[in-house]
């Protein structure tokens, strides 16, 4: 990342997360109260994910933090299955989490998580470290995505595909997604749970590319920006 760009991306995310969270404390209390009507169980939910890949020996490590959520899920959700991906239509979610989730508004705590440093208001989003593992084995260079760049609450995967990173219907990357994401045509690989992660790749990729350059990144630090509050009040995906 140039210099230049790591200086004005932080001032940008001191000063967006500050006015995000000035705007968005007024939800706080009608979504607090729609989760505890509807489920027992704490309002927000904290959960470790891995952040910046930082060089060292063997390619580097992620330096991991607690990423601060509403709850969309039912209490101990994972209790049976262990960590796993949510995915479309996944049944431990709520009826409130459910439109908490296609809303983005789920999301909208992490603004203390960009406060504190731990994330960017714009990047790559952070997986769970014990899921990370197998994706960095299953996808080449998947961990390049937050090589040196901080993950972000918003991002350019995140406005372009859906909630759970598939193409939409009649896109233009869903036109292109079986040379994406299965080139051989080979039947067993169809369908796998890192084809969405895949196309995330391609665009987290694009977007650290940007960052070489002070120009091109305010093009598309402003672009994902500008787009988010679209995304949200679409409801777009899950």
Partial sequence: MHPTVRFVKRLIDVVGAGAGLAMTLPLYVPI??????????????TQKRAGRLIDGEDGGRWVEFEMIKFRSMRQDAERETGAV????????????????RATRLDEIP????VLKGDMSLVGPRPERPE??????MAIPFFEERTR???PGLTGLAQVTLDYTGGAEEGSEVSQLRATLVN??????????????MRLKLMFDLGYSAALEDLWSYAKVEAWIIVRTPWVMATSRGR
């Fill in 131 to 136: 899921i990370l593992k197998n994706l960095v």
């Fill in 110 to 113: 992490q603004f203390w998580n």
């Fill in 32 to 45: 607090a109260a729609a989760i505890k009507l509807e489920s027992k169980g704490p309002l927000f939910y």
């Fill in 183 to 196: 080139p051989f045509d080979i039947p067993e690989a169809e369908g796998a749970l890192a084809d969405d």
């Fill in 148 to 150: 040196d760049i901080k």
């Fill in 85 to 100: 991906i949510s995915t479309a239509g996944d049944p431990r979610i709520t009826k409130v989490g459910k439109f908490l």
